[in-house]
């Protein structure tokens, strides 16, 4: 009695569950290809929190075509160099939106290696927005406080 068939059904049925879990999370989980720099796999997530198709990610390109333009030199350069020297990293941008917004971005990049090469990056964008939001709202807060701490309470001197 063989054992094969029962276990192909198990790899199946974990794969399915895998693949439940993976795209039932907030995030948008990814696969890029680093020979074709194409993705492999985007979530169904992105239409979701970015409003863009899956199909319309085709490429690198596309993620870098989508990204604010006072964050993308920068981004683009730390993600390749990183990925290029085979070092997990996360990096935070603005993404565009299908309707013309932006949203905040942390994504966090794993780089997959085989035989000493880069073969591929898997990951996850996570929306920041509203930490970023917070994070604000805090400097503003600081900045009054810092002046209030400058003035006099009699004299608002």
């Known amino acids: 009695m063989s054992t094969i068939p029962n276990a192909r059904c198990e790899m199946e049925t974990d794969s399915a569950v895998y693949k439940t879990l993976l ?7 990814w696969k890029i290809d680093w020979k074709t720099m194409t993705f492999s796999y985007i979530g169904p997530q992105i239409e979701t929190l970015l409003g863009w198709t899956q199909e319309s990610w085709v490429g690198v390109d596309d993620w870098v075509a989508r990204m604010h333009p006072e964050d993308r030199d ?31 971005i942390r994504d966090v990049v794993h780089v997959v290696r085989k035989d000493g090469e880069v073969e591929a990056l898997v990951g996850f964008m996570f929306d920041i927005s509203e930490r970023k939001k917070a994070e604000d709202r805090l400097l503003q807060l600081q900045k009054e406080l810092e002046v209030l701490s400058f003035q006099d309470g009699l004299t608002g001197l």
């Open 23 to 29: 795209e039932s999370t907030r995030a948008i989980p």
């Open 74 to 104: 920068y981004v683009v350069n730390f993600c390749v160099s990183q990925s290029q020297s085979g070092i997990d990293h996360e990096a935070d941008y603005r993404a565009l939106t299908a309707d013309g917004g932006y949203v905040w």
